[in-house]
């Protein structure tokens, strides 16, 4: 492979010397994402202003034999967007224009780059939104929630990314240019869209897409019940939802969140308590009678408080916790982990029992805040990264309860990808026959896994340097 030097003078002139990025601080940046405990820092990170740049900078990496990793924000929390091989990241954060808007169509394209929330803030005037909501909206790109297939509290009623994705332009692994669907829905053929959402980046780079715009509900109600235990508090969801009700949100929040969000910002939240859960029920009129229904299940569940909003400023207010939970979590630890399992919500109660056991055994501590409507797990330990064996800890921790999931009937990711994070426990989801299939589909797309290697897949194992981490390196 080309040295640091040679790729940041051929990439200059590629591109502009303004676009390219090198030496420590890249290396620093952009050696992980928020999953922390592992890492491999770029040779250099280049930040493209349109297709052709990208095209540009694959082409020249297949040229060149030098791996690309693309990358959006950075939010990721498996590790998707670490460069498991060094080469270059391509970060697609310099493209983040509205192309076009469609109001009577209801549909928009946009660039990969672009912030989850710019898609809302661009069609708010006509009461519409973007639907994926992922709790990292502020940051996170429409690129990496395509990759990731991400979720959000809204995504129970209304649907993943891949719901919302019309029409996909990818620079694809030997650099053309590639169209798949368009401004409307139901192109024939094989979903390749549906191929592409949730691929992690292992596909090629997409630079644009076109997306469907979700009209706002009318009628909004927000309840947020506090509950002595959080058995009480899971038992709800799982009284809510066979109960027939549907809500458009559903969030747990265990009583080490609620104690951090208070320490932090004194928001007035109940103390002592051992979850809350925020219930968010929209639509028509009837979005009345379904919170009232919700909030008698709470009582039968002996809630402690409940409060309903009943303007958009109490709703804000209610959502307070939820929106700053992982950030106040900051204040309780130096290093988190956030895993993401998934489980049938009628296991949740004792499921979420278990994470506390296991957290117990190990001396951990643990907050739990997920989105319990659409069967979530989120297990976030806390933990010092400078003390080897809390690493050890942390990741004996999650792999035991992703193999409960599993147990469960459920799944190791939900919404936050395999990354490398999950890479060894996808053998214990699926089949050799399974895999197989899924290595001969990537094949297709990226022969020679030159685009993101080392990720999803147990066969693309890479040679990730592993900070503080002291189990056995993948090779
Ligand atoms: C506080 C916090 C809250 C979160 N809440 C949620 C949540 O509610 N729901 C949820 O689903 N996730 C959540 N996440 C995870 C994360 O924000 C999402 O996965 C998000 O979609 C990642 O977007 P990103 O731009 O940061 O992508 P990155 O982390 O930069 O990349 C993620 C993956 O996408 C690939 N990628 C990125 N851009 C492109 C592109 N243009 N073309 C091809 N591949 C690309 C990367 O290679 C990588 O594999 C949360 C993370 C944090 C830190």
């Not at 292992?202 to 058995?231: C, D, K, M």
């Not at 958009?312 to 700053?324: G, P, V």
Request: charged residues 25%; proline residues 5%.
């Amino acid at each position: 492979m080309l040295d640091e030097a040679s790729l940041v003078a051929d990439l200059s002139e590629l591109l502009s010397d303004r676009q390219v990025l090198s030496g420590a601080a890249a290396r620093r940046a952009y050696d992980c994402d928020a999953y922390t405990i592992q890492r491999r820092h770029p040779d250099v990170v280049v930040f493209p202003h349109s297709t052709e740049d990208v095209q540009n900078v694959v082409r020249f990496c297949v040229r060149n034999d030098v791996p690309f990793t693309p990358r959006g924000a950075g939010t990721g929390l498996s590790g998707g967007a670490l460069p498991a091989e060094g080469g270059v990241v391509i970060s697609l954060t310099r493209m983040r224009r509205i192309l076009e808007v469609d109001i009577e169509s209801r549909v928009m394209k946009a660039e990969a780059g672009c912030p989850n929330i710019s898609l809302t803030r661009a069609v708010a005037e006509w009461n519409l939104h973007f639907a994926p909501d992922p709790s990292s909206q502020t940051v996170c790109t429409l690129g990496g929630n395509i990759s990731e297939n991400s979720g959000g509290p809204h995504t129970l009623k209304y649907g993943v990314t891949t719901d919302h994705i019309l029409g996909i332009t990818l620079v694809d692994v030997h650099g053309e240019i590639r169209e798949f669907g368009g401004k409307v829905a139901g192109f024939p053929g094989i979903d390749l869209i549906g191929l592409i959402v949730g691929s992690e980046g292992t596909f090629g780079v997409v630079t644009e897409a076109w997306v469907r715009l979700t009209p706002n509900p009318s009628v909004i109600r927000t309840l947020l019940a506090s509950f002595r235990t959080a058995r009480a508090a899971t038992q709800t969801v799982s009284d809510i939802i066979a109960a027939g009700i549907l809500p458009a949100a559903m969030e747990f929040m265990d009583g080490s969140v609620v104690e951090a969000v208070e320490a932090a910002f004194n928001t007035g939240l109940p103390r002592n308590v051992g979850a809350l859960l925020l219930i968010e029920c929209d639509g028509d009129e009837s979005a009345i009678a379904e919170i009232e229904r919700t909030k008698q299940i709470a009582q039968r569940n002996d809630a402690l408080t409940i409060e309903v909003s009943s303007d958009e400023t109490q709703r804000a207010k209610l959502w307070t916790a939820r929106k700053k939970g992982i950030g106040a979590l900051g204040r309780l630890a130096p290093s988190m982990v956030t895993h993401d399992g998934v489980i049938p919500r009628s296991k949740l109660p004792e499921v979420l029992e278990f994470v506390y056991g296991v957290a117990a055994e190990k001396g951990l501590r643990v907050a739990n805040i997920f989105h319990a409507g659409d069967g979530n797990l989120h297990p976030i330990f806390l933990f010092d990264d400078r003390k080897p064996e809390d690493v050890v800890a942390v990741v004996e921790a999650g792999e035991r309860v992703m193999r409960r999931c599993i147990a469960e009937g459920g799944s190791v990711t939900g919404e936050h990808g395999i990354g490398v994070e999950k890479i060894d426990l996808l053998a214990e989801m699926f089949s050799p026959e399974d895999l197989s299939l899924q290595e001969d589909i990537r094949a297709v797309f990226n022969p020679g896994s030159l685009c993101n290697p080392g990720k999803v897949l147990p066969s693309q194992k890479s040679c990730v340097e592993v900070k503080l981490r002291s189990r056995p390196i993948p090779v």
